[in-house]
């Protein structure tokens, strides 16, 4: 067990790291539980916080391409450019893993999750380090990401000494991971950059592998993101009346549902996606903990980064085959 404290040290940080110890650390897009990336024992100690399957593999993060490059055996072109153009930034590329990466980072995958964040705390510290940050999100496997400090300490308090604060994301979602195909960029998750933003940037076309239900595959698990109270996705009206005399915790995008509910949350009145996800996580967390026997969520527009929202949604409503 541990006393865990939140500050602002980045000296402490870059000490803890040094010794092996796991960090929490503010990114533009959730919170991360940070280890030494090269440290095998550091790395065994992350899946044991989260309560992790050692079978998803970490992301690495670095502060610069050219802290990118020694992780990796070659970058397509395509890459290189997304890199100009998106990092730093909410995005994750797969990469044929150099020697210096250890199996256990990418569970024995050959290709490495390499991300550069674009939160100014982050990339100070990682500039601080001469070793890259192995970060999962800094939340209890299978539970909503965190999107502050308070989050990060609500779900691992006890588990880790030191929760660096740099505020709430801004991003709000996870990075979009993409690898790559030829001559494509294949999207294995949705994130905080949209498919269309990348298509436009590479100047090729983009294609999306989601792979949740398989387990070794990036696109990780399916039943993820959820809330303690059951979520339900979908148009709400029916669903209120399904559950009528239940207490009813609404996820909503720009417009009340003017319905007799218990709680309603409305994620962006002016319409904004980005602001929606930004929110996202904060407002399930807060319905999660109030008291409601149902939260339901509104099916967000199909477009940019409301595909993402979606994905989060849906996945925090499966409940298991
Ligand atoms: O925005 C983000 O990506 C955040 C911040 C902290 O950077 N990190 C994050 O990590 O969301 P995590 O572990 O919660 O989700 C990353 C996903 C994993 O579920 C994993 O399946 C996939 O990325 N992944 C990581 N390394 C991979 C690899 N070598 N091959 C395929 N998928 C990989
Ligand atoms: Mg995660």
């Known amino acids: 067990m541990y006393h865990t404290t939140i500050g602002k040290d980045l000296d402490q940080a870059k000490a803890l790291l040094e010794r092996g110890e796991l960090v929490a650390i503010p990114t533009e897009t959730v919170y991360g539980l940070a280890?030494?990336?090269?440290?095998?024992?550091?790395?065994?100690?992350?899946?044991?916080?989260?309560n992790r399957?050692?079978?998803?593999?970490?992301?690495l993060h670095v502060a610069n391409l050219e802290q990118a490059e020694r992780?990796?055996?070659?970058?397509?072109?395509?890459?290189?450019r997304l890199m100009q153009l998106l990092s730093p930034g909410p995005i994750t590329y797969l990469?044929?893993?150099?020697?210096?990466?250890?199996d256990m980072v990418t569970a024995g995958s050959a290709r490495v999750a390499i991300r550069i964040p674009a939160h100014p705390m982050?990339?100070?510290?990682?500039?601080?380090?001469?070793?890259?940050?192995?970060?999962p999100s800094?939340?209890?496997?299978?539970?909503v990401s965190p999107v502050s400090a308070t989050h990060v300490l609500e779900g691992l308090q006890g588990e880790i000494s030191y929760i660096l604060d740099g505020g709430n994301c801004t991003i709000g979602l996870e990075s979009t991971i993409v690898g790559f195909e030829e001559d494509k960029v294949v999207i294995h998750r949705l994130g905080g950059i949209s498919a269309e933003q990348i298509s436009a940037i590479a100047g090729v076309e983009t294609t999306t592998s989601l792979a949740h239900a398989s387990p070794t595959a990036p696109g990780q698990l399916r039943s993820h993101y959820a809330t303690s109270i059951p979520?339900?996705?979908?148009?709400?009206?029916?669903?209120?009346n399904a559950f009528v005399g239940?207490?009813?915790?609404?996820?909503?995008?720009?417009?009340?549902?003017?319905?007799?509910?218990?709680?309603?949350?409305?994620?962006?009145?002016?319409g904004s996606l980005e602001e929606a996800a930004a929110g996202l996580f904060r407002a399930m967390r807060l319905l999660d903990q109030s008291d409601l026997d149902v939260i339901i969520a509104q099916r967000f527009p199909n477009t940019g980064i409301g595909r993402a929202i979606n994905d989060r949604l849906e996945r925090a409503a499966y409940k298991g085959d």
């Open 122 to 135: 982050a990339l100070a510290l990682l500039g601080m380090l001469d070793f890259p940050l192995a970060a």
């Open 95 to 102: 990469l044929p893993k150099s020697s210096l990466v250890p």
């Open 231 to 240: 979520l339900l996705i979908g148009d709400i009206a029916p669903l209120v």
């Open 53 to 59: 399957p050692q079978f998803n593999p970490l992301i």
């Open 71 to 80: 992780l990796v055996m070659g970058m397509p072109d395509v890459c290189k």
């Open 35 to 50: 280890a030494n990336g090269l440290n095998t024992a550091a790395i065994t100690r992350i899946y044991e916080a989260k």
């Open 246 to 270: 239940k207490k009813i915790g609404l996820l909503l995008f720009e417009q009340s549902a003017a319905l007799a509910v218990e709680k309603e949350i409305l994620l962006s009145p002016s």
């Open 138 to 143: 800094a939340n209890p496997s299978g539970y």
